[in-house]
C-alpha cells in the first residue's frame, strides 16, 4: 500500500463514514477511485485533505465530503442512466460512473473537458462516461430524461431545462442561492409536481450558462 492508499483509506473513515456517509457502494468507490489523478500534480499530497482544490479556470475541485454527500443524495443503485453537470477535472464523474450504468457529463469549459475526458481514462474510469462540452444550465435534452441529475455548480434557482429533463421518480442535487453561499437541495420528481428539501448550505463555484449566471 503507498502512502497516498493509505491517505484515501483514512479519508474514507474519518471524512466519510463517520460524518454520515453510509453508503457502502459509494464507500467502496471512493476508497479505490485515485483522487490524485484528478488534481494538479503539486496538490497530489494533499488531495484527500477535507478541503476544495483548485483544478485552473477558477474552478474547483469539491471537498470528499461534499462529493460524498451529493452522490449519497441520489440514492443509485446501479442500473442509471445519469446526467452531470459541472464535470471538472473528472473526479465527481468518476465516483457516480462506479455506482450508475451511465453517465453523461457536460463541461462548459473545452480545456476542462478534455483533461476530465484524459482523466478518466487514466483512472480507468472512462469505460461507461461519456464528457460533452456543453452548457450545463440546459441539460442534454438528446438523452433524456434522466434517473438523477447531479450539479456541481451553483445555480441561483434551479434550471427548468434540468426538471423537464428529470425522470418521473428521479432525484436531482444542486446547489441554489448566490454566487458566494448556496444551500444545496434535493429535488424528488412526482409526476408534475417536484418536491424540494435542504440538504446542507455550502459554497460551490457559479453554474454559467442560459439558465445560470452570466459570465462575471
Known sequence: ???????RLHMVKT?????????KRLLTAMSEIPREMFVD????????????????????L??????????????LKGHEKLLEVGAGSG???????RLAARVIAL????????QARENLKHAGCASNVEIIVADGSQGWPAEA???????AAAAPSVPPALLNQLKDGGRLVIPVGGRKEQALELVERKGDRFHTKI???????PLVGEHGWEHS
Not at 469539491?62 to 440514492?75: D, G, I, R
Not at 463541461?107 to 478534455?114: F, G, N, Y
Not at 430524461?145 to 450539479?151: L, N, T
Open 1 to 7: 500500500m503507498t502512502g497516498l492508499d493509505a491517505k
Open 15 to 23: 471524512q466519510l463514514a463517520s460524518r454520515g456517509i453510509h453508503d
Open 41 to 60: 500534480r503539486r496538490d497530489r499530497d494533499v488531495c484527500y485533505g477535507d478541503d476544495p482544490l483548485p483544478i485552473g479556470y477558477g474552478q474547483t
Open 62 to 75: 469539491s471537498q470528499p465530503y461534499m462529493t460524498a454527500t451529493m452522490v449519497q443524495c441520489l440514492e
Open 91 to 97: 473526479y465527481h464523474a468518476a465516483v457516480l460512473a
Open 107 to 114: 463541461e462548459i469549459i473545452p480545456e476542462l473537458a478534455e
Open 145 to 151: 430524461p434522466y434517473d438523477a441529475i447531479s450539479v
Open 199 to 205: 440538504v446542507t448550505h455550502c459554497r460551490f463555484v
